[in-house]
């Protein structure tokens, strides 16, 4: 897929349309250090046995990534994410 880097869109901060910049941004990993599921696989990970349901290997890579987009306005400067991204095979900003 194919995108223009610059596009004239809404900004909410200035209230009307404005060209704004189109940004990839990588997918970060979510911190659940505190999680509860995250302190029992650490229980059970440690000393010796069976590490229980925590033993299974993970299934394997999607065959598409999700795609985050900021846009910057040009004018006020500010930037904004709009919508929860997509998920796309190839990804490409052009212009």
């Known amino acids: 897929m194919e995108m223009p880097k610059v596009q004239r869109r809404y900004c909410k901060f200035c209230r009307k349309h404005t060209e704004q910049?189109?940004?990839?941004?990588?997918?970060?990993?979510?911190?659940?250090?505190?999680a509860w599921t995250e302190r029992q696989k650490k229980r059970t990970k440690s000393g010796y046995g069976n590490p229980?349901?925590?033993?299974?290997k993970p299934a394997g890579q999607k065959p598409t990534t999700r795609v985050d987009l900021r846009y910057k306005c040009k004018e006020c400067g500010k930037e904004q994410v709009i919508g929860r991204g997509f998920r796309v095979k190839r990804f490409e900003l052009v212009g």
């Open 21 to 34: 910049t189109v940004r990839r941004e990588k997918a970060t990993k979510q911190r659940r250090t505190l």
């Open 52 to 56: 229980g349901k925590f033993g299974k």
